[in-house]
T-cell receptor, first 114, second 115 residues
C-alpha cells in the first residue's frame, strides 16, 4: 500500500525566510506527485504537480518542488516566503496505475510572521 | 465554469440522523471522489467514481453511501450519523490528459458536526 510522510507538522518562519517542506512516499510503481495548499478557511488548491520529465517542477506563487526518485522524495521549496503563504500544505501521491486515488500526507501547517 | 460546488457549507446533525452532502461539477470530469479531512490526518478517501454508474470504496467507506447517476453529480449519504463522522468533507473531480493522468480539483468543503 502506498503512504505519504510529511516531515514537519508545524513550521513557523519570518517573512523573507526560505521554506522547504519534506515529503517522502512509499509506492512500488510509477507515481504522479502533487502539492496542494489550503489557505485558512478555503479549499485545497493545486500548487504544482509532477507527472514525468524534468524533476524540478515550478508551480504557482513562486513555489517549486524537486522529485528525487532514488530517495522517494518530492520536497517543496520557496526561496522567500510572504505572510500570505500562511497555510496548510499537503503532499499527495497517486500511482499511475490507479484511477485517481490520491494518497495524502498529514499536512504541514506553515505560519509566516511579519 | 463554477468548477466543483458543494452544499451545504455547514451542517449540524444529531446522532442517528441521515443526510446527503451534495457535490456537482460542470467540467465534464469522469472521475469524482469524496474525502474527509481530520486534524493531523490529512485527507482520506471515502468513495470515488470513475464515471456515471460506477462507484468504488476508498480508505474509509463505512457509514457512507454514494451513487453516480449523472456525470455532473456525486452525492454522499450518511445513513446514520455518528460523532466520529464530525469532519470537513471535500468533493473533488479529475480531468484526464491524453496520457491518462489526472489532476484533482477540490470543492469548497462541507463542515459537518454530529452531536
Amino acid at each position: 500500500a502506498q503512504s505519504v510522510s510529511q516531515h514537519n507538522h508545524h513550521v513557523i518562519l519570518s517573512e523573507a525566510a526560505s521554506l522547504e517542506l519534506g515529503c517522502n512516499y512509499s509506492y512500488g510503481g510509477t507515481v504522479n506527485l502533487f502539492w496542494y495548499v489550503q489557505y485558512p478557511g478555503q479549499h485545497l488548491q493545486l500548487l504544482l504537480k509532477y507527472f514525468s520529465g524534468d524533476p524540478l517542477v515550478k508551480g504557482i506563487k513562486g513555489f517549486e518542488a524537486e522529485f528525487i526518485k532514488s530517495k522517494f522524495s518530492f520536497n517543496l521549496r520557496k526561496p522567500s516566503v510572504q505572510w500570505s503563504d500562511t497555510a496548510e500544505y499537503f503532499c499527495a501521491v497517486k500511482g499511475t496505475d490507479s484511477w485517481g486515488k490520491l494518497q495524502f500526507g498529514a499536512g504541514t501547517q506553515v505560519v509566516v510572521t511579519p | 465554469n463554477a468548477g466543483v460546488t458543494q452544499t451545504p457549507k455547514f451542517q449540524v446533525l444529531k446522532t442517528g440522523q441521515s443526510m446527503t452532502l451534495q457535490c456537482a461539477q460542470d467540467m465534464n470530469h469522469e472521475y469524482m471522489s469524496w474525502y474527509r479531512q481530520d486534524p493531523g490526518m490529512g485527507l482520506r478517501l471515502i468513495h470515488y467514481s470513475v464515471g456515471a454508474g460506477i462507484t468504488d470504496q476508498g480508505e474509509v467507506p463505512n457509514g457512507y453511501n454514494v451513487s453516480r447517476s449523472t456525470t455532473e453529480d456525486f452525492p454522499l449519504r450518511l445513513l446514520s450519523a455518528a460523532p466520529s463522522q464530525t469532519s470537513v468533507y471535500f468533493c473533488a473531480s479529475s480531468d484526464r490528459t491524453g496520457t491518462g493522468f489526472r489532476t484533482q480539483y477540490f470543492g469548497p468543503g462541507t463542515r459537518l458536526t454530529v452531536l
